[in-house]
């Protein structure tokens, strides 16, 4: 079965370092969207993708980010300048745009010291 | 703002009985809705969707049903099994096609523990 996948699984940085998330989405799909989840709180869109541009973008999705899908099968995302509360675990997800349902991945998690 | 709300942050339900998780929105602007299920360490897995034009919509064990004018949602989950035991996320879109353009909104999560 096509999956999401994320690299890396967990990441250490220190504040203000720049951090890259890479996801490879499902080969056919043409959406694409990063998620967030603070430890303990809910999941949180970030930022929607479709033909190589953003559609949407959450409040949280501020200057200090940004997406990419550089080679048409990786999408990443690039934090320029991590803080403490970018300490998160980071979901990408893909879809074919048809039926709603969206496909994660397992998850990057972001540890900022 | 919490536009998509799920009130209960646990539910313990014994093996062999119903499970009902509920979800409650604010956005009248919604008409697609999704619950997702999360294992410790996994991303969400896709369970089962609800467009605005029905009000149930079933799938084996999961039955989801949408009262527009409460604004409310539930999952049901009949009988329910141990690997049921995971976090339940209730999500909305404002275009039918949820993978569309809008992003998802979540609820915050209801972890559910089926008890042997």
């Known amino acids: 079965e096509p999956e999401v996948t994320q690299t890396p699984s967990h990441q250490v940085t220190q504040m203000g370092q720049e951090v890259i998330l890479r996801c490879v989405p499902i080969?056919?799909?043409?959406?694409f969207y990063w998620y967030r989840q603070i430890l303990g709180q809910k999941v949180e869109f970030l930022v929607s993708f479709y033909n190589n541009e953003i559609s949407e973008k959450s409040e949280i999705f501020d200057d200090q980010f940004s997406v990419e899908r550089p080679d048409g099968s990786n999408f990443t995302l690039k934090i320029r300048s991590t803080k403490l509360e970018d300490s998160a675990m980071y979901f990408c997800a893909s879809s074919g745009g048809v039926t709603g349902e969206l496909f994660f991945g397992e998850g990057s998690r972001l540890t900022v010291l | 703002d919490q536009q998509v709300k799920q009130n209960s942050p646990s539910l313990s339900v014994q093996e062999g009985r119903i499970s009902i998780l509920n979800c409650d929105y604010t956005?009248?602007?919604?008409?697609?809705f999704l619950w997702y299920k999360k294992y410790p360490a996994e991303g969400p897995t896709f369970l089962i969707s609800i467009s605005s034009i029905k009000d149930k919509n079933e799938d084996g064990r999961f039955t989801v049903f949408l009262n527009k004018s409460a604004k409310h949602l539930s999952l049901h989950i009949v009988p329910s099994q141990p690997g049921d035991s995971a976090v339940y996320f209730c999500?909305?879109?404002?275009?039918?096609?949820?993978?569309?353009?809008?992003?998802?909104?979540f609820g915050k999560g209801t972890h559910l523990i089926i008890q042997p």
């Open positions: 080969s056919n799909h043409l959406y």
């Open positions: 999500a909305a879109s404002g275009t039918y096609s949820g993978g569309g353009a809008d992003g998802l909104t």
């Open positions: 956005n009248s602007m919604f008409d697609y």
